[in-house]
């Protein structure tokens, strides 16, 4: 059973809000929502995360609803520099990360 | 402050040979992991290491694959008689503690001819 599920890909516009949700039905009490970034030729790189409610850094936002069992990171005002894979993952504190396909994100002039 | 190194970026090696990949944790890690990535798809984890021991390797397959750490050096992973399967996006990342986040390095790609 799949732990994560995202979409495959989406496009947006330079200066957009990129919102992608993920969801994760069988989420446990000890589960952190992780998520990274991949470019092209890249190693993935981590970008936030959060156990519940709302969690902000300077790269992006990760909101959480109170039953957990789906998360939404938001990308405000992408740029064309954002275009990369999105990976969401749902981990307790096993260090066996696991990636799914990631949702291709692809930004447009 | 350097983030994690990987060696070579590119490796090339034609089917029955060995592919050694090299990784250099970020300063001040001891906690190594491998993943492999094949096109298309995630990272799926293969090795967790700290410095002289082995703590998982069960997503390594049993033949052909190794894995160390040294106790001074970068942590080497090692596949002997390559097969054309072997083909993939190999990284390596690094954690200060077991459960901490986890910074990749920016991969080894291997191509078995």
């Known amino acids: 059973l799949a732990k994560t599920t995202q979409p495959i890909s989406m496009d947006s516009y330079e200066g957009q809000e990129v919102n992608i949700t993920c969801s994760h039905n069988n989420i446990a009490t000890n589960d952190y929502i992780t998520w990274y970034q991949q470019f092209p030729s890249q190693g993935p790189r981590f970008i936030i995360q959060?156990?519940?409610t709302k969690v902000t850094n300077e790269v992006a936002s990760l909101f959480i609803p109170a039953d957990r069992k789906s998360s939404t990171l938001s990308l405000p005002r992408v740029s064309l520099s954002d275009t990369a894979v999105y990976y969401c993952?749902?981990?307790?504190?096993?260090?066996?990360?696991?990636f799914g396909a990631g949702t291709t994100v692809t930004v447009r002039a | 402050n350097a983030g994690v190194m990987q060696n070579p970026r590119h490796l090339v090696r034609r089917r029955g040979q060995e592919a050694r990949l090299r990784c250099s944790p970020m300063?001040?890690?001891?906690?190594v992991y491998w993943y492999r990535q094949l096109p298309e798809e995630g990272l799926k984890f293969m090795v967790y290491?700290?410095?002289?021991?082995?703590?998982?390797e069960s997503g390594m397959p049993k033949e052909r694959f190794s894995a160390e750490f040294p106790k001074e050096g970068p942590s080497i992973l090692r596949i002997q008689q390559v097969v054309r399967g072997d083909s993939a996006a190999y990284f390596c990342?690094?954690?200060?503690?077991?459960?901490?986040?986890?910074?990749f390095g920016p991969g080894t790609r291997l191509l078995v001819l």
């Open positions: 990342a690094s954690s200060i503690e077991e459960s901490e986040t986890q910074y």
């Open positions: 300063k001040g890690h001891s906690h």
């Open positions: 959060g156990y519940k």
């Open positions: 993952l749902v981990e307790d504190d096993d260090y066996k990360l696991s």
């Open positions: 290491l700290q410095k002289e021991n082995i703590i998982d």
